[in-house]
């Protein structure tokens, strides 16, 4: 269970500190913030877009006074921070929810798109102390593939595998495709994932039938982000009080709703 | 041994309603979906207020919604519902998996539209509802209802006229005095008040010179206005039968506990279910029956305005 800190929830202001592009659509902004650089892989904040939106992202990193996120530019808030250069006014509160637990056996991990970034930061803590890391990532196309060299830095063996939807680069299918095969060569004792819901629903799936350990980071509409407003429920959990990160048996309790519906702005239920 | 849940003391009925115990979910918090009301009486709650929920479907405003002030949060969420008739159906799946008085918080833009919700959500399956006549950050409704004497007691009036269950009437705070609001209520026919709604509020970013939440103005609720909403129970029970329900900062059993001497029949939680999550509820209830079995009363209901010198 995670604590709830007023000081954590308190909307900070401070500067971009620096913005670098990962791919067409996705940039990694850094700012300087005292909580969120003691935060746990898995956790993620409320970033406030002046006059725009507040919205929640993962943590890319975290450390030595700086916090990281990956942000891919989707709707009108995203498109705006992608227009914020170093030195621009931005808010911050959090860090919250709880993190992924650290499992020191096989793991596997499996991304897609900017659900890569909470999986790269727990590999970079994992990587030390894990017996064996391996990687599955996934994108549209070879341009947004994240992460792949910082990912393939830090493989056990063999380097990540990689899929692409229009097979520009790697395998051309979806992330899961390569998985069973995997699943069937090699032992893991845990895995994580993060990504499209789908996505992680399949991987979910794969994991149940195989008695694999496994923790999810999901995503919904958050509003407070402390645990009061209902926004981001799945069944009876709290994504960002009681999450992001699920595990299995958590996740087995939700299954009319994963990969398949949300609830929208209106608390009325929609597809995810 | 812990001190159950539920025991004897703690039992109490008013206006209609029958409590297992005297506390309850204030609305706004959570209470979208049944599942989520279960885990807010799984925590120990003796009856749950759903969100408000109107005629038609509503999106709430951009965020920033929230915003952390120094002894409390200030929000402006926007009456987000899917509207009743979508609604009606979460009402009455929830009747089937609660244990306890499920209460639906209605809002409208007319009388009119208070008394449809209102018999929509009843016919759903709402054991009571609570009118928002209170909420401080959505035009043409709440408090702008609750503000109007006139207006008041008509939407009272025709949703007392439109259903045969307890009619709670939630009281905004933001008035020259809410006494005279809670008698109008009470003679239209409201059977409880619930006294207070968020106290109306704002918070400004030095750095950027600009208002945080995309509304400008919200409402403040937590241990902040927690003395402003007992001495508003207390004014409203020396001059007005109606039982009243306390909400407002109530974070621990004390804090409950005074309310109930304030003249408080009930108490309603929210803002402390972030402070201290969903148990929050089974805190409460075992501190203030300790506290009553300690004062050697038999029933919460004996010290219901008992802080009242005449």
């Not at chain 1, 943590?59 to 030195?87: F, Q, R």
């Not at chain 1, 299995?248 to 519906?261: H, M, N, P, R, T």
């Not at chain 2, 965020?63 to 987000?80: D, E, H, M, W, Y």
């Not at chain 2, 009036?157 to 209520?185: G, R, Y």
Request: hydrophobic content about 40%; proline content about 4%; some cysteine.
């Amino acid at each position: 269970m995670s604590v709830y800190l007023t000081s954590a929830n308190t909307l900070r202001t401070t500067r971009i500190l620096s913005v670098k592009t990962e791919s067409p659509t996705v940039k990694t902004f850094t700012v300087k913030d005292k909580f969120c650089a003691k935060a746990k892989p898995g956790q993620f904040l409320m970033l406030w877009i002046p006059r725009v939106d507040e919205i929640p992202l993962s943590i890319l990193n975290a450390g030595a006074g700086k916090v990281s996120v990956a942000v891919k530019a989707v709707g009108e808030a995203t498109k705006a921070l992608h227009g914020m250069k170093s030195g621009d006014t931005i808010g911050v509160r959090g860090p919250f929810g709880n993190s992924f637990t650290e499992n020191r056996g096989g793991i596997l991990m499996v991304g897609g798109g900017t659900g890569t970034a909470p999986l790269l930061f727990l590999a970079k803590k994992l990587a030390a102390k894990a017996e064996r890391l391996s990687f599955v990532i996934g994108a549209k196309t070879k341009n947004e593939l994240l992460f792949l060299n910082e990912l393939d830095a830090l493989c056990s063996e063999q380097s990540a595998i990689a899929t692409t939807e229009d097979g520009s680069y790697g395998m051309k299918c979806l992330a899961t495709e390569p998985l069973e095969k995997l699943l069937d060569e090699e032992k893991f004792d845990m895995i994580y994932t993060c990504g499209p819901e789908p996505m992680v629903r399949k991987v979910f799936e794969l994991a149940e039938q195989r008695r694999i350990a496994l923790e999810a980071s999901l995503e919904r509409l958050m509003r407070c982000g402390i645990g009061l407003c209902g926004s981001c429920v799945i069944g009876k959990y709290r994504v960002c009080r009681d999450g992001p990160v699920f595990n299995a048996a958590q996740l087995s309790e939700v299954k009319d709703e994963l990969g398949i519906s949300k609830l929208g702005f209106d608390g009325g239920r929609i597809p995810v | 041994m812990k001190t159950p849940l539920s025991t004897n003391r703690l039992n109490i009925s008013f206006g209609g309603l029958k409590l297992k115990n005297p506390t309850a979910l204030a609305s706004g918090i959570l209470g979208y979906s049944a599942e989520s009301l279960q885990r807010i009486v799984e925590g120990g709650a003796g009856a749950v207020v759903t969100k408000s929920v109107g005629a038609t479907p509503r999106t709430g405003y951009a965020n920033p919604t929230v915003v952390q002030a120094k002894c409390g949060l200030i929000n402006a969420i926007g009456l987000p519902n899917p509207g009743i008739d979508e609604y009606a159906e979460e009402i009455g799946y929830a009747k089937t998996v609660l244990t306890v008085p499920l209460i639906v918080s209605v809002f409208g833009y007319s009388a009119d539209e208070y008394a449809l919700v209102a018999k929509k959500a009843v016919k759903a399956g709402a054991d009571a509802v609570e009118l928002n006549v209170s909420c401080p950050h959505v035009t043409q409704t709440g408090s702008e209802i609750g503000q109007n004497p006139k207006l008041l007691a008509e939407v009272v009036a025709k949703v007392k006229a439109s259903v045969q269950k307890p009619v709670i009437v939630k009281l905004s705070p933001n008035v020259t005095d809410i006494v005279e609001m809670a008698k109008v209520a009470a003679k239209a026919g409201a059977d409880v008040l619930t006294a207070i709604n968020t106290v109306k509020a704002m918070a400004i970013n030095v750095e950027t010179a600009l208002p945080v939440l995309s509304n400008v103005k919200g409402g403040l609720s937590g241990p902040a206005i927690k003395p402003i909403a007992l001495r508003c129970v207390y004014d409203i029970y020396e001059k007005v039968k109606t039982p009243v329900i306390g909400c407002g900062g109530i974070t621990d059993w004390r804090d409950a506990v005074e309310f109930f001497l304030a003249g408080a029949s009930a108490v309603q939680i929210g803002t402390a279910i972030a402070l201290k999550n969903y148990s929050v509820f089974k805190d409460i209830n075992r501190g203030v029956d300790a506290y009553l079995k300690k004062k050697g009363f038999g029933s919460v209901k004996e010290i219901v305005g008992l802080s009242h010198l005449s």
